[in-house]
């Protein structure tokens, strides 16, 4: 086989298909969609401040600080810079469920 024979069986493997992007896009949606929720929450740097806010609308400002099976505790500070990020207000032990959305917070 020469160079030509080569680079014409090869050809249409380097061009990408349509349905292969295709795919591979439905491939990653779905595995998002399984990825568990406590799975992201462990993404978070430690010591990065966070905001938990529950499904009945409370809101708590924070580092988390650990994960379990299906909680995740929250250490609340007062502000997020400064000597105030390092003082843990109250400790809090949410149950995931409870839990509506994490915000990261600006600069964090």
């Given at each position: 086989m020469d160079?030509?024979?080569f680079w014409e069986l ?14 591979a ?11 568990p929720?406590l ?8 010591g990065?401040?966070v905001s938990v ?7 708590w400002?924070?580092?988390?600080t650990?994960?379990?099976?299906d ?7 007062s ?5 105030a ?6 400790v ?11 915000v ?5």
């Amino acid at each position: 086989m020469d160079d030509d024979e080569f680079w014409e069986l090869t050809a249409d493997l380097t061009t990408p298909r349509a349905e292969d992007d295709a795919a591979a896009a439905h491939a990653v949606v779905a595995a998002e969609r399984h990825r568990p929720f406590l799975d992201e929450v462990r993404r978070v740097q430690p010591g990065e401040v966070v905001s938990v806010v529950l499904l009945d609308g409370t809101a708590w400002h924070g580092r988390i600080t650990g994960v379990g099976a299906d909680w995740i505790r929250l250490d609340e500070v007062s502000d997020a810079v400064g000597a105030a990020r390092a003082r843990t207000a109250r400790v809090h032990q949410i149950r995931e469920a409870a839990v509506a959305r994490i915000v990261r917070e600006p600069g964090s």
